[in-house]
Nanobody, 121 residues
Framework: QVRLVESGGGLVQPGGSLGLSCVAS????????MGWYRQAPGKQRELVAS???????NYVDSVKGRFTISRDNAKNTVYLQMNNLKPEDTAVYYC???????????????WGQGTQVTVSS
């Protein structure tokens, strides 16, 4: 059974930092690309960052230079370090597993429960 468990969300002031983690089980973690999505109230879920099996990364323009995705295959964990957070980063963040081809990331239909990130003063 595939399981993705996110953690690390919370309330942070603008300009602050948070680090998210996602532990995967029931999969061969090193064989999958991984991604982080977010969904704000009233908006569609959007891909924020992805990382291939080999460690290549991609980011949505709005987070480039502020967010960093990484993975530890020994721990079956993918991370999202978020710096210089802005109110518009407020959303529920979800990790996903999928595959990458031609620099595009395609998620499988496996989702965790998400973790809330709120950026507010």
């Amino acid at each position: 059974q595939v399981r993705l468990v996110e953690s690390g969300g919370g309330l942070v002031q603008p300009g602050g930092s948070l680090g998210l983690s996602c532990v995967a089980s029931g999969i061969t973690f090193s064989s999958d690309a991984m991604g982080w999505y977010r969904q704000a109230p009233g908006k569609q879920r959007e891909l924020v960052a992805s990382i291939t099996r080999g460690g290549s990364t991609n980011y949505v323009d709005s987070v480039k230079g502020r967010f960093t995705i990484s993975r530890d295959n020994a721990k079956n964990t993918v991370y999202l370090q978020m710096n210089n957070l802005k109110p518009e980063d407020t959303a529920v963040y979800y990790c996903s597993r999928g595959y990458s081809t031609n620099s595009n990331y395609y998620p499988y239909n496996n989702w965790g429960q998400g973790t809330q990130v709120t950026v507010s003063s």
